[in-house]
């Protein structure tokens, strides 16, 4: 819910995903989940943000997938417009070598 009070814009946002991945070169990646609680929205009507971040346990031992979100966008009418950008990065702590998998996937929305 978003308040607009002398042009400010404030509120919370809450962002629960489902996440499929096609498999990459090294193993298939099952499907995951995510939820956020609420976080602060803060901004004008003209740009609305918010950010947050998850971890849980990957599908092994000592693998961890770290989610971080970034929304951006702005009023339009009784509707915000903006985008989501979703990242995911998963780490292996038992493999010194081995370089965290990264990416991440950008959305358009329409908040009614």
Do not use: Q
Not at 17 to 44: E, K
Not at 62 to 89: H, K
């Amino acid at each position: 819910m978003l308040t607009e009070d002398n042009g400010a814009v404030s509120g919370k946002a809450k962002v629960d995903a489902n996440v499929a991945f096609v498999p990459g070169p090294c193993f298939p990646a099952p499907p995951d989940t995510f939820a956020m609680g609420s976080v602060p929205v803060s901004g004008t009507a003209n740009s609305i943000a918010f950010t947050g971040a998850f971890s849980n346990a990957g599908t092994g031992p000592n693998v961890v997938n770290t989610y971080a979100y970034v929304f951006a966008g702005s009023l339009s009418g009784d509707e915000v417009v903006g985008t989501l950008r979703v990242s995911r990065t998963i780490t292996n702590s038992a493999g010194p070598n081995t370089p965290p998998a990264t990416g991440s996937v950008t959305h358009n929305v329409t908040l009614r």
